[in-house]
């Protein structure tokens, strides 16, 4: 039977999606190679000249410096971060974006800080679980205090049920009340040739059936009491120190009039070793059932005997977070009510007082690189001698590391009619490794911005290639997803990784690494190493997509077999 391969190009594909380690003092020497090529049109070029290096450099030293203590909305550093955009957008001479004369669109959350214990018992043997080292564990509720008591626990494989593919993971059982224990992304199904099925799950792409919201969101439509998903390193892509740090400390949802409390009441993640145990002490062996949930006949498998003891005691507070957001009008008199969008989000993970040592999440590449794209990307605009015909609008966003919260609000709460608007592009920490020959597509095959993008790089000698890692599913893990739901045409461009003057494989394992040793971590910071020639040709190749699609007669479609397809055309 043939899984799905997980090769190095992991996490977000890195070499956009991540990479850093140290800054503090903003003393380093960071290379600056000359970028790709010189853009087609001499007016662009003149206005991409305000992309550079130093700007860049600037700008993510500055929202990554300790002084934003990690960016954490509803702390004094996400406070100074919203403060410091508004003050750039302003400085560079853009108007607000909020039809309402502000440069910010609130955002109302609610911050949860959860001191969780976990215990599982099997016949009358206790497991402790040691949290962070064992176990997270969440409640999306907003209240004081969930428990769980004696609760049993059923091994529901994938936790999918997908009637388009006639899979449904939850035969035979009342999931009410139980815990369900889940497999991490979603089934690799092998074809009638051996390789993965392409017309199941998508093949080797993963799809929003593997994403963990999914999971959460299931389990909490069929009244379980609680989902704890088995992490491993592969399948997701990063290592378990990610999954410790991510969901430690105060998190964050939407505000609800319900105040949530048709979610599941605990949200939980158990490391691999964990699972193991857990399984071998029920007469159970996770290998083999892992291997039997990747088939449609897979059934449920009770662990008998074993249950969970979970109880969550919670701070919980309102948080009034912003998005922020600048503009540019367009200059056709009819076209200027149509928007393009650049996005990127410029929320961290804040500081943990618990760690010894760095406390800081500084989030360099993730993502403060972005949030200095945007910057850059609106000088470069602001220096083209007239204004594009459709109106640019410059959003960046709070709470993505959440789970994608302010580009939500955003997408369910537009300041500018959906409909209206015509593209998304998003940046989510960019290349800090050089220029590269080659941009990555994350979920390539969606729409026509990705024709755009092919012509546009092939004037510079660049070749746009597909998602390089489609199985983890990058497409449904940053901000252009939530407006892709509500059907806008959204572009998530990531780094190359045939990078120029290095040897093969140099991109792969800058990648590697970053995986390792620096995502979702406090090593996040500005390296000395840095080289942001490659950074610089992404985004002047952002703006040149987006220049073109503000000028265009035609707007950007969504191809046959996009899921959004039939969203946008009900507009």
Not at 145 to 167: C, I, K, R, T
Not at 322 to 341: C, F, H, M, P, W
Not at 345 to 369: K, M, T, Y
Request: charged fraction near 25%; proline fraction near 5%; include cysteine.
């Amino acid at each position: 039977m043939t899984t799905k391969t997980y090769t190095g190009v992991a996490l977000l594909t890195l070499l956009s999606l991540t990479a850093c380690e140290h800054s503090s003092d903003g003393g380093e020497s960071v290379s600056q190679t000359e970028p790709a090529e010189a853009p087609v049109m001499a007016v662009a070029n003149d206005a991409e000249s305000q992309i550079d290096t130093d700007d860049l450099l600037k700008y993510i030293k500055q929202l990554s410096s300790d002084e934003f203590e990690g960016r954490l909305p509803g702390t004094p550093g996400g406070e100074k971060t919203v403060a410091y955009l508004v003050e750039q957008f302003k400085r560079l001479g853009l108007a607000p974006g909020n039809p309402d004369g502000s440069y910010t669109q609130a955002v109302p959350l609610v911050g949860i800080t959860g001191q969780p214990t976990m215990q599982f018992t099997v016949g009358d043997k206790p497991i402790e679980m040691q949290r962070g080292s064992d176990f997270v564990a969440t409640t999306a509720q907003f209240t004081d205090e969930v428990s769980v008591e004696e609760v049993p626990l059923v091994f529901v494989g994938y936790g999918v049920q997908a009637p388009e593919y006639d899979w449904n993971d939850y035969k035979g059982i009342d999931p009410k009340g139980k815990a369900l224990v889940m497999l991490i992304n979603d089934p690799p199904v092998s074809g009638e040739d051996g390789e993965l099925d392409s017309e199941v799950f998508g093949g080797q792409a993963m799809t929003y059936y593997g994403r963990w919201t999914y999971k959460y969101d299931i389990a909490s439509k069929l009244g379980a009491a609680a989902v704890i998903i088995v992490h491993e390193t592969e399948p997701a892509s990063y290592p378990w120190s990610v999954v410790e740090h991510s969901w430690t400390g105060e998190q964050f949802e939407l505000a609800a009039s319900n105040k949530n409390m048709d979610r599941v009441p605990v949200q939980g993640w158990i490391t691999l070793d964990r699972a193991h145990e857990l399984f071998s002490a029920a007469g159970q062996d996770f290998d083999a059932l892992k291997k039997q949930a990747v088939s449609r006949d897979f059934k449920p498998v009770p662990l008998d005997s074993a249950t969970v003891t979970a109880r969550i005691d919670n701070t919980v507070r309102e948080v009034d977070s912003q998005n922020v957001i600048a503009r540019i009008e367009g200059s056709d008199a009819t076209l200027k009510n149509q928007y393009v969008v650049y996005s990127g989000h410029w929320d961290h993970l804040g500081r943990n007082p618990d760690l010894e040592g760095d406390q800081i999440f500084n989030g360099a590449v993730d993502n403060a690189s972005g949030t200095a794209g945007l910057l850059e990307i609106a000088q470069a605009y602001k220096a083209l001698p007239q204004a594009p015909k459709r109106s640019i609008l410059f959003l960046a966003v709070t709470a993505e590391e959440q789970g994608l919260l302010g580009s939500k609000h955003y997408a369910q709460n537009p300041l500018y009619p959906v409909a209206d608007t015509v593209a998304m592009l998003n940046m989510d920490a960019m290349n800090p490794f050089g220029a590269t020959r080659d941009v990555q597509i994350i979920g390539y095959g969606q729409n026509s911005l990705e024709d755009i993008a092919e012509e546009i790089a092939a004037s510079h000698e660049r070749e746009i290639v597909p998602d390089t890692a489609p199985e983890k599913g990058f497409y449904y893990r940053s901000d252009q997803f939530e407006f892709a739901k509500v059907g806008i045409p959204a572009l998530y461009a990531d780094g190359g990784v045939d990078v120029i003057g290095k040897p093969k494989g140099y991109g792969e394992q800058k990648m590697k690494e970053y995986t390792a040793n620096d995502y979702h971590s406090v090593s996040d910071e500005v390296k000395p190493d840095w080289d942001l020639s490659g950074m610089v040709a992404d985004q002047q190749l952002l703006f040149e997509i987006g220049q073109h699609v503000a000028d265009s007669e035609d707007i950007p479609t969504w191809k046959e077999g996009s899921e959004f397809k039939a969203v946008r055309e009900a507009q």
